[in-house]
């Protein structure tokens, strides 16, 4: 399932049942957070009649061809703090919750698409959120139309450090 996920980049019209986005959505809820604090939360929003508004989020034609667009909102005021330092790790939380998500649609035969560049007064606005909300991954939700392209991964040698650096 991990090798299988891509970058989706075109979508079908098709609908995405609810039982798949029940399940996409509760994996989310299962992901791990710092002291399970769980400082997120997901607004979903159907696409149909909406392309204008939720474009102006994130101008790519099909980031609103999918049927279904998933932001991940993080509340830094929830989310764990470490001591020594006063990391907040509500990034990290919301990173986890959006890979949980985007696993998930793909074991389904879901496409998605991970956005951190969209345009955060559009998303703001149209969200409706309040101050403490920030809004941190979009991520369209369909039935992809493309194929995935070769992946060009680092080497896990170059990655790995045994021991020490």
Known sequence: ???A???VRAYR???VEDEKLQAV?????LAPTAANRQPFQLIVMHTAQRESEIGKIYRRSWFV?????ICICAISSQAWTRESDRFNACLIDAAI???HLILAATN???GTCWIAAFYVEAARSVLQLPDEVE????????YPADQPSPKISTPLIELVHYEHW
């Open 135 to 142: 809004p941190v991954i979009f991520t369209p939700l369909g």
């Open 97 to 99: 919750v959006v890979d």
């Open 1 to 3: 399932m991990i090798a």
């Open 5 to 7: 996920r891509y970058s």
């Open 13 to 15: 019209s098709d609908l």
């Open 65 to 69: 061809q999918a049927p279904v667009v």
């Open 25 to 29: 959505l509760e994996a989310a809820r």
């Open 108 to 110: 389904l035969g879901l």
